[in-house]
């Protein structure tokens, strides 16, 4: 089974800082994978995805990730924080053989300090 | 539309009540997900239907019966439940087509068992 990690459970910015939130998985062969984010008593949005292609994918709210494979990994960024990001960030993959079941990492909560 | 939504938003029952949440989708998606999400935590997967037929059951306890009566309606019934079971459900879904699956999730039913 693939196994999600997202380094920092909390991660704290200043507003108009450089926000990095950090996603590794564990498959040797490389899944699809997605960024959602969550805010509080909410469903999931997705930001953005990576299936194929271009390793650099950009999504919603300037957010944008890069798919680095010899590193497995889905790092998300956004060049300046804005104090409507402040939510639960999750990671998720799924394999190409069983695409339909997802795993999430366990969540990133994002602060943006004023 | 990208929109999932769910009914109702907020359930209270008790260990012996018998209730039933509900999700419709209007995009054409063929696959159909359940999932329970504690606080702070990522969501965790309970069901999978495709094309109105449960594909993958992540050994949910039989207190939990999903029900999918067309592709663009997806029912949990609830019987019996324990304390332990009160979570925000959250109901997603997809395309089929790999590569194209990203879930769309609802906004979730807050579900408390007194």
């Known amino acids: 089974a693939q196994s999600v990690t997202q380094l920092g459970s909390h991660v704290s910015v200043s507003e108009g800082a450089l926000v990095l939130l950090r996603c590794n998985y564990s498959?040797?062969?490389?899944?699809?994978l997605f960024w959602y984010v969550q805010y509080p008593n909410q469903g999931l949005q997705l930001l953005l995805k990576?299936?194929?292609?271009?390793?650099l994918v950009k999504g919603i709210n300037g957010f944008e990730a890069e798919f680095k494979k010899s590193e497995t990994s889905f790092h998300l960024t956004k060049p300046s924080a804005h104090m409507s990001d402040a939510a639960e960030y999750f990671c998720?993959?799924?394999?190409?053989?069983?695409?339909?079941?997802?795993?999430f990492g366990s969540g990133t909560k994002l602060n943006v300090k004023p | 539309d990208t929109e999932v939504t769910q009914t109702p938003k907020h359930l209270v029952m008790g260990m012996t009540n018998k209730k039933s949440l509900k999700c419709e989708q209007h995009?054409?998606?063929?696959?159909m997900y359940w999932y329970k999400q504690k606080a702070k935590k990522p969501p965790e997967l309970m069901f999978v239907?495709?094309?109105?037929?449960?594909?993958i059951n992540e050994s949910v306890p039989s207190r939990f019966s999903p029900e999918c009566p067309n592709s663009s309606l997806l029912n949990l019934h609830l019987h019996a439940l324990q304390p332990e079971d009160s979570a925000l459900y959250l109901c997603?879904?997809?395309?089929?087509?790999?590569?194209?699956?990203?879930?769309?999730f609802g906004p979730g039913t807050r579900l408390t068992v007194t």
């Open positions: 997603a879904s997809s395309q089929i087509t790999s590569g194209s699956h990203e879930q769309y």
């Open positions: 498959s040797s062969v490389p899944p699809y």
């Open positions: 990576y299936t194929t292609g271009a390793t």
């Open positions: 998720a993959v799924s394999d190409r053989g069983n695409f339909n079941k997802f795993y």
């Open positions: 995009m054409g998606h063929r696959a």
């Open positions: 239907y495709s094309y109105e037929k449960l594909s």
